[in-house]
């Protein structure tokens, strides 16, 4: 109880609640530029994090996080360019209303479903990582090995379009996860003599530079959008009884599959809300109506993308596991504080668990104050040229790459990244695996090699724990699922194209 207290004393403070706005504002500017999101804005974020408490921190993360998943729906109802992948489906329904004159509903819509879905999702976190770190305890090196491998097994398969890429991407990831300090014999590996490699890759470098510095790489080739927007089309915010009366069936079964999807690692908003709104419109009086401005057709999807954040964080508090980039960033970000997300930290810092816990919640709420009383102006901020937004990223950037150690080496490693980080993007390469293999890198190879230390060698031992060979299935499952739906779409492309 005293993690409680103390945990309702850092929020409700002049420092919690300043750093829920902030972040809230912060959010909904990123997530509806296009091309930004929570990832990057996460990235971006971190280096000013370094010197405040991991409470406030936390906060603050969380709410630019609940916030930007939200602001992408502005940019794909005004301009129908979502601001973030996840907003992809609301653009559909969203802007179709726009153009009929309904660009205030369709908002007010957006603002309320992802209030909705962000508190369900954030009362799931509460009610659900806790019994799961309680059996977490249970977990041996072995359990650990496996999860964590199903953890990148399932989020390099679901990245991108092809599952190769995306295995290549998280071997990668692994690699660089090796350079540094051996965790079990202590020694240097693969430093090539840089002392600045012997704490291992600085992950804030890999991470500004492979999220941040590559958009910025693709921001600045980019034309001028040319694109404007009636400015005088976002007025009031909120919803009628009718629209409450006509959406609130699709807000709550949006919520609940958003959570649902959102604990599992990899899947994320960009597939559940499209699983939201195939739902709504499948269990519509009306499914005609969708993709011609029906109102549906934005809360489910936004509601659902914002309840997968609360989602996200659960088996990462639970089980040290990210369950999508953007969670893996943040878990970053506590291993910067010198905390180890897991059920060790329910134990070790009660008060900073049940901050996250409450937060998110409490990002939520925040929101949607923010987005009523401040909307119509941050509308305007997706009328900014791309070379502004790309300067000002490099700037951030650059300035967050030195700002932790004061050295030129990670800024040189920064802009490195970049230009990889660019050149995957061109490629098609998925970037996330990356960054989530360089977070499970470490809990991967030290649970396997401890596990074989303790068992001499005899690799039988991830066969014969319960919770490794679960975990190893699933891993298994989360390769083969996506081939076996390729080489079927295949399928039925080719005798359609028989017929």
């Known amino acids: 109880m005293d993690g409680i207290g103390q945990s309702l004393g850092i929020i409700f403070s002049l420092g919690g609640l300043g750093v829920l706005f902030i972040g809230a504002l912060l959010g909904i500017v990123i997530g509806a530029l296009p091309g930004l999101g929570p990832s990057i804005g996460l990235s971006l974020l971190i280096p000013f994090t370094y010197t405040m408490s991991p409470e406030l921190s936390m906060l603050l993360m969380i709410s630019l996080y609940v916030s930007a998943e939200y602001g ?9 360019t979502p601001g973030t992948a996840a907003a992809a489906a609301t653009a559909i329904d969203g802007y179709a209303m726009a153009q009929k004159g309904r660009a205030n509903e369709a908002i007010s819509i957006s603002l309320t479903a992802s209030t909705v879905g962000g508190i369900l999702g954030g009362l799931a976190l509460l009610l659900l990582a806790m019994p799961l770190a309680s059996l977490a ?3 041996g090196p072995a359990g650990y090995f496996a999860a964590g491998l199903f953890g990148l097994t399932s989020v390099a398969a679901l990245s991108g379009g092809s599952l190769v890429k995306g295995l290549l991407c998280a071997a990668l990831g692994l690699a660089l996860a090796t350079v540094g300090i051996d965790p079990i014999a202590g020694t240097p590996r693969f430093t090539f003599g840089h002392f600045e490699l012997y704490e291992g890759v600085p992950f804030l470098a890999s991470l500004i530079g492979l999220f941040a510095v590559s958009e910025a790489f693709a921001l600045a080739e980019k034309h001028a959008r040319g694109m404007g927007m009636d400015k005088s089309g976002v007025g009031h915010v909120f919803m009628s009884a009718r629209l409450w009366r006509e959406t609130w069936r699709s807000m709550l079964s949006g919520s609940v599959i958003g959570t649902v999807l959102g604990i599992l690692p990899g899947v994320g908003g960009n597939i559940a809300c499209w699983v939201a709104r195939d739902y709504a419109r499948a269990r519509s009086r009306q499914p005609e109506a969708f993709g011609s401005g029906e109102p549906n057709g934005v809360a489910a999807p936004e509601a659902s993308n914002n309840a997968t954040v609360g989602g996200a964080l659960v088996p990462m508090l639970a089980l040290g596991v990210p369950g999508s980039p953007t969670t893996a960033i943040m878990m970053g970000a506590l291993i ?3 905390l180890h997300p897991g059920p060790q930290l329910f134990a070790e810092q009660p008060a900073l668990v049940y901050s996250i816990l409450f937060g998110v919640i409490l990002a939520a709420l925040v929101q949607y104050v923010v987005g009523s009383l401040f909307l119509p102006i941050l509308a305007r901020t997706v009328l900014l040229p791309d070379g502004v937004i790309a300067a000002g ?7 967050g790459a030195f700002a ?9 490693l920064t802009m490195a990244f970049g230009v990889l980080g660019y050149l995957m993007k061109k490629f098609a390469f998925p970037v996330a695996p990356v960054i989530l293999a360089m977070v499970l890198g470490y809990l991967i190879e030290s649970n396997y090699r401890t596990a074989l230390v303790s068992s001499r060698g005899d690799y039988r031992v991830f066969l014969t724990d319960p919770i490794s060979v679960l975990f190893l299935m699933l891993s298994l499952a989360s390769i083969l699922i996506p081939i076996w739906r390729a080489r079927s779409a295949r399928g039925r492309r080719g005798r359609d194209a028989v017929a």
């Open 137 to 139: 305890l249970r977990f």
């Open 72 to 80: 992408g729906s502005i940019s794909a109802i005004l301009l129908s």
């Open 393 to 399: 990223i490099l700037c951030f950037a650059v300035l």
């Open 404 to 412: 932790i150690r004061n050295l030129m080496f990670d800024v040189w």
């Open 336 to 338: 910067m504080h010198g």
